[in-house]
């Protein structure tokens, strides 16, 4: 359940309210990288689909009828713009890509580079849930009202999301116990 201060912001800001937004944004905005980020496996692509979903939410703040649908609603917008990017995305050869593309792909660790692939093997919806969890650290309720679902059912996303990375992540974690 959301909080009557939380609902408000939100209201106000579905009423054109832009302090609203910009609170809604401050709050809001690491965990819609999260999203982005988790589909696209880019900083710069995720922090522009995410300003790109802020301005499209903006925008057609009005159909949002009910407060407590906003963050779900957020998330599904952010979702799509990065889904979007993504399938315009072209394929960039290795070599054009400079060294200094950011410290995640120059000395990323062998784990690192399977726990992404393990990540991205997953059905988008559990990677969402997965990285809201484990690595922007919400709550269960919080991330139910991201992602609009039931209790049991982000439950059962994270429990079978989990069981499939640990079976692809078993080789490198086996390894890493007989150092």
């Known amino acids: 359940m959301m909080e009557a201060s939380e609902r408000e912001v939100y209201r106000a800001a579905i009423h054109g309210d832009r302090d609203a937004f910009e609170m809604i944004i401050r709050t809001q905005s690491r965990p819609l990288f999260a999203i982005a980020y988790v589909i696209l496996q880019n900083r710069e692509e995720a922090e522009d689909a995410v300003q790109d979903a802020l301005v499209k939410a903006w925008k057609s703040r009005w159909r949002v009828r009910d407060p407590e649908k906003f963050p779900a609603w957020l998330c599904m917008i952010t979702r799509h713009r990065a889904r979007d990017v993504f399938r315009k995305r072209r394929t960039v050869p290795l070599s054009e890509i400079p060294e200094t593309a950011g410290a995640e792909t120059t000395d990323t660790t062998a784990l690192d580079r399977q726990l992404h692939s393990a990540l991205a093997e997953l059905p ?33 996303i994270l429990g079978r999301a989990l069981v499939s990375m640990r079976k692809q992540l078993r080789p490198a974690l086996a390894s890493l116990e007989s150092l």
Do not use: K, P, Q, V
Not at 131 to 143: C, G
């Open 124 to 156: 988008e919806l559990h990677r969402a849930a997965i990285s809201l969890r484990y690595f922007e650290e919400m709550d269960y309720a919080t991330i139910e009202n991201r992602l609009g679902l039931t209790n049991g059912s982000l439950r059962g």
